[in-house]
């Protein structure tokens, strides 16, 4: 049993109560939470480990990415282009040992910045799980899963059902594998009901992209004649017991309002809305009505890093600009966003997200001695939630802990080599990059033949 103690412990409990000259008494989970003095005499035989300069938080939550290495090489493009010349020959050129590596070198970056449970969108994920199962993160697995004639290169309901059976509950819970839905394109009637009785029969959440565009919204309505989470009810989907929707960019105050009552969770993707020229998210609307939303990253190729202190200063950002309202985005929302919101939205509010007693010691240690973090001021000004939002990088994290392991010590991973991973994913990046041009030349006229209408 160990004591870990901070000049401030960030708890964001039901009241964000921040306790200072805290301590964490960790014994696989987390025992008890309190001042260090008290602690010392209720557990007098504890190892006491003191972060001097720091503040002690839960580890963030990114409930939106797609592990890969594609950052950087699609810039400046539109939506289809983009999708029509770098997405879709990836995925048809993906082999198995490029996913299993994107997923280390992605985990690896978002430890490293603070993150300790992922909801990665990916393929092949077997690698992927193995990845988690190593550097010791959480990880809610979905695969991008196709079931319609016209997308037939990516995963199937049977994969996914495969990687349910092969992973549901490993790595003392950590791995926990979900059913997939790229976008309710890809699925045909039959397998949307597949679907949904696979997620009831494992017990597992379900998690798609909605309302990321406003094409989408005018499909759907030409397809179903209702719009997106509407058609996404009449289907079934929203009666299972944990759903996720990446983005709800366009979504109208009847959806919103359907979402808070069936306890959709949402994720929300500020960087990727703006680069993509997605739109802004209507999140102070759906925080009102009482949605759950978490933060994500979306991928490495329309961020382009997995820094979830930089992603909360971007939604505190579009939040304000929004609403044109400089009170909008407020600070303690934004960092419950990137914590207990974010595990509710995931269906694991019980579990992660705060540090309380009886919780899993997922907590991060992040430096308050650094120029962007001074100064720091307590009683009425009172500014470290502020900072957080707004000035600290994820490079200001030390520490990382994950389910009652140390994954991060002094700024390094303790469970892999990240030089390493870098130097495979260097290979693994230029031969899938040669495999993309071969297979572009050799279907040139596919690609320009392709049609799609998001003018
Ligand atoms: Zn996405």
Redesign the pocket.
């Known amino acids: 049993m160990k004591i870990y103690s901070a000049p401030f412990v960030l708890t964001m409990n039901e009241s964000n109560e921040v306790i200072e000259s805290g301590g964490i008494v960790v014994d696989q989970n987390i025992i008890d939470v309190g001042s260090t003095d008290s602690l010392k005499q209720h557990y007098p035989d504890a190892e006491i480990i003191s972060f001097d300069n720091h503040v002690l938080m839960p580890g963030l939550i990114n409930t939106?990415m797609?592990s890969g290495f594609l950052r950087g090489t699609a810039e400046g493009l539109k939506l289809w282009d983009w999708l029509r010349l770098f997405i879709d020959p990836m995925h048809r050129v993906l082999q198995p040992k490029d996913a299993e590596i994107a997923s280390w070198l992605c985990y690896g970056e978002g430890i490293l910045s603070g993150t300790t449970t992922f909801v990665d969108?990916w393929r092949f994920l077997d690698g992927s799980a193995r990845a988690a199962e190593q550097l010791g993160n959480r990880a809610v697995l979905v695969p991008y899963v196709g079931e319609h004639p016209d997308y037939n290169y990516f995963e199937t309901l049977d994969t996914n059902e495969a990687l349910i059976d092969n992973w549901l509950g490993k790595a003392n819970g950590r791995i926990m594998p979900w059913v997939g839905m790229e976008h309710l394109f890809y699925f045909t009637e039959d397998a949307c009901k597949r679907a949904i009785d696979m997620a009831n029969r494992y017990r597992v959440g379900l998690h798609t992209?909605v309302g990321e565009s406003q094409a989408e919204v005018r499909e759907i309505a030409q397809r179903y004649g209702l719009r997106p989470v509407h058609a996404m009810d009449k289907l079934g989907f929203l009666d299972l017991d944990t759903v996720l929707f990446?983005h709800c960019v366009w979504l109208d105050e009847a959806e919103i309002s359907l979402m808070a009552n069936r306890s959709i969770g949402v994720a929300h993707?500020p960087t990727?809305n703006l680069k993509l020229a997605s739109g802004i998210a209507p999140v102070t609307r759906m925080l009102k009505a009482g949605v759950h939303v978490g933060i994500g990253c979306?991928?490495e190729k329309e961020n382009n890093n997995l820094d979830l202190f930089e992603e909360m200063k971007f939604a505190g950002l579009v939040a304000k600009h929004r609403e044109t309202d400089a009170t909008a985005g407020d600070a303690w929302d934004v960092l419950r966003m990137a914590t207990i919101d974010g595990s509710r939205a995931i269906g694991l509010g019980d579990e992660i997200g705060s540090i309380e007693a009886g919780k899993k010691a997922d907590i991060i240690a992040v430096r308050t001695d650094t120029p962007r973090t001074t100064p720091l001021m307590k009683g009425d000004l009172f500014n470290l939630h502020y900072n957080l939002v707004y000035a600290v990088q994820g490079g200001d994290v030390d520490w990382v802990m994950c389910d009652g392991n140390e994954l991060v010590r002094d700024k390094k991973l303790t469970n892999a080599n990240m030089d390493d991973i870098r130097h495979e994913v260097q290979n693994c990046a230029e031969q899938l990059f040669e495999r993309r041009a071969d297979w572009l030349n050799r279907n040139q006229q596919e690609v320009d033949n392709v049609q799609f209408s998001d003018d």
Request: glycine share 12%.
């Open positions: 939106h797609h969108m992209h990446a993707n990727s979306d991928g």
